[in-house]
């Protein structure tokens, strides 16, 4: 069975760093895209950033850019968001997807796999 197992949340004060997992298991993800997503009360999921599994190459909202860093390790099948100059807006809860670069969108629709969420709250 796919499986996405996000890991690394938790709470830290504004301005600081945290970076969350994505461990997946259950088949390779070459050729996918993986994409992090976040909820925050009260509000629709929203795209974080994403990265191609195979190059590397990675987009981010404008909320984020600059701030967070989306990497991967393909020997461990893990993806990492490095979250730094955290405001408390960004807390939510925070998802990881996976999905075939030419069905998923920006939005939540298109993606194949989920992840269960990390909670990450960020205090002034």
């Known amino acids: 069975q796919v499986q996405l197992v996000e890991s690394g949340g938790g709470s830290v004060q504004a301005g600081g760093s945290l970076r969350l997992s994505c461990a997946a298991s259950?088949?390779?993800?070459?050729?996918?895209?993986m994409g992090w997503f976040r909820q925050a009360p009260g509000k629709e999921r929203e795209f974080v950033g994403g990265i191609n599994w195979s190059g590397g190459s990675t987009n981010y909202a404008d909320s984020v850019k600059g701030r967070f860093t989306i990497s991967r390790d393909n020997a461990k099948n893990t993806v990492y968001l490095q979250m730094n100059s955290l405001k408390p807006e960004d807390t939510a809860v925070y998802y990881c997807?996976?999905?075939?670069?030419?069905?998923?969108?920006?939005?939540?629709?298109?993606?194949?796999?989920w992840g269960q969420g990390t909670q990450v709250t960020v205090s002034s």
């Open positions: 997807a996976a999905g075939r670069p030419g069905l998923i969108t920006i939005g939540t629709s298109g993606w194949d796999y």
């Open positions: 259950g088949r390779t993800f070459s050729g996918y895209v």
